[in-house]
């Protein structure tokens, strides 16, 4: 994809191109003349993990407010919850910048200038002609060597400036004749090693930084904090040793179409061909090391960045893996599970402290520490406990995908141990249904006799949580035949959840009483999470009535949500509307390069529209396959391969003209199978290998 302008300092970052192999980033503004990389470091986050930050006395304050509630004193609740629940201090970790690689050069009038983010190789190529010379630069991370390089073609006469900063802390700087070494105090004791190492026929060092000229000047960025690595000096030294660019890039390149040309995505509307393969890109670029996509993936140039950056637990985060099994990407989730391993220690103390529970809890945020405590005062989403239920529910997606039950053995017990903590704290409400008290729906209000409320006796999100959650549990406990009295009392509680109803606007209601939205056009869509991204049976109509409520009342304002209202119209085979929504996502939440605005940027948005247009052309449950189930006729012609469904199964199908012309599923055993198309349901046998199947079996 061209894009035949460079970023500005205006809106340059949302118009800067990515890069990054996992765990090393940078933003690509592409200026000839005063280049500028915003770089990142994943694991460089302002702030020690602070234990004990919740109140004393927790768990007594906590059942006070659980009896208040029940009792109907909604208003003495929330203030006994804002004085004695809330944690001091707040906060945690900030996921910050780690500086701007600067390379300079005498300015001068530019003709035919492009840069291009190339899709199938993971590279950015910038090319621009002076009146007397070209220039091109390409630019990439690698995963294999971790390190991101630029090489710099121009004349012999081409000379380069290059230096680093890092402003706001404590650091030394070292430059040696071709290397810089940039060591930043941070945290106290912590710190971030930068290394920038330029190979050129002549390489000085100055004042600031490095002098290269020459045709051919390469320059390589090491960079480590010692958070993971007491060796993070030695380590980035070690990766500058012994470097050929060619083979460098060869090998680059190769690690990412291993993954990237897995799966291919065409499609008669280019701009939606564009997102959702950019989307893969930016999961391949960011989710490859031991922590996960954040906020903004890994791209990041502010020191205090909005919602800092971190792992938002109340939708952000689930939403940046809801297409990346059917991606093909399954590596990719990996960095969610080990983010799991690393909060499940810390949460499982908490659930013991806090709530005298058993397995683990977190709350609505967590960083590069695993913290489960609560972060901040925020009514709508702090004493929210459900964090660790609902990611852990990508244990149970990767075996679906895959039926890896190694995996299952492995890290089934993240999945087990957040469903035995909700058991522990589910009471009975006045009507003898199960539910969490104290609840919120996030991270909506109420009006209750004409105040604003958030804490809740339960509410429709939770039961389908909970239903989700302890369905899977239970699953894996039959496929480790390890089925115990934990399970049984689980099936016992999935009798007795709130049943779904309508409320006073005929939509699906939102908490257990018809209360009055205080913001009916509210971003999240939480009571729908049993429609998308599970598959629960709720009443359609109700659904759909929902969502059209909710856009009358100025709702889907921001990328993720409009992203997450696509999707939900495509699995209720609302397709006309799904495709409206998709140009909506284009037209106001979009960058000129593609990135989500939120605003600011934010990634959920670039994922979760890539989930809704998988949704577009197929839905996949274990042993079934619905194609075109919310096909849009303004679409004609799209080929799909290298997607991955449920049941360990590779699809690859075409459409010309409106109409599915051929199927092939890969099957790695012998199986039955359901399909089903334009409502009609056909029972097959797939044998082992590829199966091309007659259109007149579907």
């Not at 609740?77 to 201090?89: H, K, R, S, T």
């Not at 480590?224 to 680059?252: H, I, K, P, Y």
């Not at 609840?439 to 209750?448: A, I, K």
Request: with cysteine; proline share 4%; glycine share 6%.
């Amino acid at each position: 994809m061209n894009f035949s302008f460079y970023a500005d300092e205006k809106d340059g970052f949302n118009s800067a191109l990515p890069i990054g192999n996992g765990h090393l980033g940078a933003m690509v503004y592409g200026n000839p003349f005063q280049e500028r990389l915003v770089l990142n470091e994943n694991t460089f986050w302002l702030g020690k993990k602070k234990d004990n930050r919740h109140q004393p006395n927790f768990y007594r304050s906590y059942r006070k407010v659980q009896s208040l509630l029940l009792e109907g004193k909604t208003d003495q609740a929330e203030q006994l919850a804002e004085d004695c629940l809330f944690p001091n201090p707040s906060g945690g970790a900030v996921y910050t910048t780690a500086g701007n690689l600067w390379i300079s050069m005498e300015e001068e009038p530019v003709l035919n200038y492009q840069r291009t983010l190339n899709l199938e190789d993971g590279l950015v190529e910038v090319c621009f002609q002076t009146e007397t010379a070209k220039y091109q630069r390409t630019y990439l991370a690698s995963n294999p060597r971790d390190l991101l390089m630029i090489r710099c073609q121009g004349p012999q006469s081409q000379k380069l400036r290059i230096n680093f900063r890092l402003d706001g802390y404590p650091n030394e700087s070292h430059f040696s004749s071709d290397e810089i070494l940039f060591q930043t105090f941070y945290n106290q004791n912590n710190l971030l090693i930068t290394r920038i190492k330029v190979e050129a026929p002549f390489v000085t060092s100055c004042e600031d930084g490095l002098i290269a000229e020459g045709e051919n000047i390469i320059i390589y960025v090491s960079m480590s904090t010692d958070v993971f690595s007491s060796t993070c000096l030695e380590d980035t030294a070690q990766r500058l040793v012994g470097l050929d660019f060619n083979q460098v890039l060869e090998e680059a390149v190769e690690d990412y179409r291993h993954l990237y040309r897995r799966q291919s995505f065409t499609s008669s509307d280019k701009e939606m061909e564009y997102l959702y393969n950019f989307s893969r890109y930016l999961m391949i670029s960011c989710s490859r090391d031991h922590l996960p996509a954040n906020l903004q993936g890994l791209w990041n140039q502010d020191q205090y960045p909005r919602w800092d950056s971190k792992f938002t637990l109340n939708i952000n985060l689930e939403m940046n893996y809801f297409n990346v099994m059917a991606s093909n990407l399954q590596e990719c989730l990996m960095p969610v599970i080990h983010l799991l391993e690393k909060m499940y220690p810390n949460g499982k103390k908490l659930a013991k402290e806090l709530y005298h529970a058993r397995g683990y809890v977190c709350h609505h945020n967590t960083d590069l520490y695993g913290d489960c405590s609560m972060f901040d005062h925020y009514f709508p989403a702090t004493i929210w406990p459900l964090g660790a239920a609902w990611l852990s529910l990508y244990v149970y997606e990767y075996y679906e995908y895959t039926l890896d039950l190694d995996f299952l053995r492995q890290y089934g017990y993240l999945l087990r141990e957040a469903a035995y903590f909700v058991l522990d704290i589910l009471v009975t409400d006045r009507q003898g249904f199960y539910v969490i008290c104290p609840s919120l729906s996030p991270e909506n209000s109420y009006f209750l006799k004409g105040k604003k409320h958030q804490l809740s006796v339960g509410c429709t999100f939770d039961d389908e949580l909970i239903t989700v959650l302890f369905q899977k549990a239970i699953q894996v406990a039959v496929l480790l035949n390890d089925v115990t009295k934990e399970e049984e009392k689980m099936s016992q509680v999935l009798k007795k959840l709130h049943p779904f109803t309508g409320n006073r606007n005929g939509c699906l209601r939102e908490w257990h009483q018809d209360y009055e939205e205080a913001d009916p056009g509210h971003r999240h869509l939480s009571h729908l999470f049993g429609i998308y991204p599970e598959e629960i049976k709720i009443p359609e109509d109700l659904a759909v009535r929902t969502i059209d409520f909710r856009l009358k009342n100025g709702g889907g304002y921001t990328g993720w949500s409009r992203a997450w209202i696509v999707a939900l119209y495509a699995r209720l085979k609302e397709g006309r509307k799904a495709y409206e929504h998709f140009r909506l996502f284009l037209k106001n939440s979009v960058s000129p390069v593609g990135l989500d605005l939120h605003p600011p940027f934010q990634i959920d948005g670039n994922f979760g529209i890539a989930a809704g247009i998988k949704e577009l052309f197929f839905h996949s449950s274990m042993g079934r396959l619905e194609l075109l189930p919310a096909f849009p006729q303004e679409l004609t012609d799209v080929t799909l391969t290298g997607f991955r469904l449920k049941g360990n199964l590779i699809l690859n199908m075409e459409i010309r003209k409106g109409v599915l012309s051929s199927l092939e599923i890969v099957a790695f055993q012998k199986q039955p199978y359901v399909l089903v198309y334009k409502g009609i349901e056909r029972s097959i046998i797939l044998s082992e290998g590829t199966n091309k199947i007659r259109m007149t079996e579907v």
